[in-house]
Structures are given as C-alpha cells and as structure tokens.
C-alpha cells in the first residue's frame, strides 16, 4: 500500500534555530514527493517537490527538503526558524496507482511551533 | 492570474439537507481534485475531474457526487447531510493530469453540519 508517514504531531523549535520535519513513504516505484504548509482556516500552500535528480530540493520561504530513497525518507529542513514559519505542515505523495492521476496521499500534518 | 476560488467559504446546514460547494481552478488549468479535511482523518481524498470526466473516486459514501464544467470550474454536491460531513473541503487545480505538476489549492469551505 502507497503511504506517508509523520511522526511527530508537533515540533517546537526556537527562532533562529534549524529545524526539521520529518516524514517518510513508502510506495512502489519512484516516487512523486511533496510538502505544503496550511496556516490556520486557509488551503494548503506549495513549498517545494521532489520528482527526480538532486536529492536536496530548494523550495520557497528558505526552506528544503532532502530524498534519502534507502531510508524512503523526504524531511524537510530550514536552517533558521522564523515565527512566521508557525503553521502546519503536510507531506504528500502522487498515488501512481490506476494510470493518470493527480491524487495526493498525505500525511497526518505535523505543527511546527517556533517560539521568539 | 487568479487563484484557486472556492465559495462559499462557510456554510452552516442541518442534518439532512444537501449543499452544493464550488471551486473555480486557475485559468487554463483542467484538472480539478477535491480532499475532505477533519482533524480525525486528515486530509482525504474525494474525488478528481479532467476534461469534464471523473478520473478517480475515493472512498466515500454515494452521498459525496461532483461534475466539471466545460470551463474545468467543479462542483461538489453532498446529500442527506450528516454530523460527520462537517469539515474543510478543499480544491486543488492542476495544468493536466497525471504529471509532476504541483497542486494549488483553493481555501476551501468549512462546512458545519448541525
């Protein structure tokens, strides 16, 4: 079965410190990666993807994501918390099952907590 | 360009009734999906439209139905509303399907069912 997992529910980290949120996936075939962030009653925002290539992937806002596929793991990482970064976060995977599909699987969201 | 717009933003409705929601995908995108999201089961999968045809359902009850219009806007209709359909619905617009497109997505209705 095609998954993502998100370990930790939440994540606190102080400004100004990296942070770290992890996620891994399991799916057949190579994966179609991604992360979004939803702050409070608003849709989910693109931050960056992982298709192919470089295993480091740069998205908006600073922030980046690395692809370890022997430890089937995408998390995204920022070298220093901005309060603003406070939000929840979501992993996701293209379901590549059943031909053609724009579907998403996703994690459960983990809330990152940055604290001034 | 413009967004994703999804309207209503909020609805309140009683058990039972049905509610239409709407969701208008960016211009000359044509692949529209729609997720459920309740703080019990996340982030859910409802069903995606391309070219006016229903590529993929997930596993939702006969109650949850939608359509695409010619001009890739999408509705979603629920029927015989319960407690439980209470949520965020989002809709996410795509350029087409299948490919390593990202998803933009609109900001979603929140439904209160009471």
């Known amino acids: 079965a095609q998954s993502v997992a998100q370990p930790e529910d939440q994540v606190n980290v102080a400004e100004g410190n990296p942070l770290t949120v992890k996620c891994t996936y399991s799916v057949s075939g190579n994966p179609y990666l991604f992360w979004y962030v939803q702050y409070p009653n608003r849709g989910l925002q693109f931050l960056l993807k992982y298709i192919t290539g470089d295993n480091l992937v740069k998205g908006s806002y600073g922030f980046e994501a690395e692809f370890n596929k022997s430890q089937t793991s995408f998390h995204l990482k920022k070298p220093s918390a901005l309060v603003s970064d406070s939000a929840l976060y979501f992993c996701?995977?293209?379901?590549?099952?059943?031909?053609?599909?724009?579907?998403?699987?996703f994690g459960t969201g983990t809330l990152l907590a940055v604290q001034p | 360009k413009a967004g994703v717009t999804q309207t209503p933003r909020y609805l309140i409705k009683t058990r039972g009734q049905q509610v239409t929601l709407s969701c208008s995908p960016i211009s000359g995108h044509r692949s529209v999906s729609w997720y459920q999201q309740t703080p019990g089961q996340g982030l859910q999968f409802l069903f995606e439209y391309f070219s006016e045809t229903q590529r993929n359902k997930g596993n939702f009850p006969g109650r949850f139905s939608g359509r695409q219009f010619s001009n890739s806007r999408s509705e979603m209709n629920v029927s015989t509303l319960e407690l439980g359909d209470s949520a965020l619905y989002l809709c996410a617009s795509y350029d087409r399907l299948g490919g390593n497109t990202e998803a933009f997505f609109g900001q979603g209705t929140r439904l209160t069912v009471v």
């Open positions: 996701a995977v293209r379901d590549m099952r059943g031909g053609a599909t724009n579907k998403l699987i």
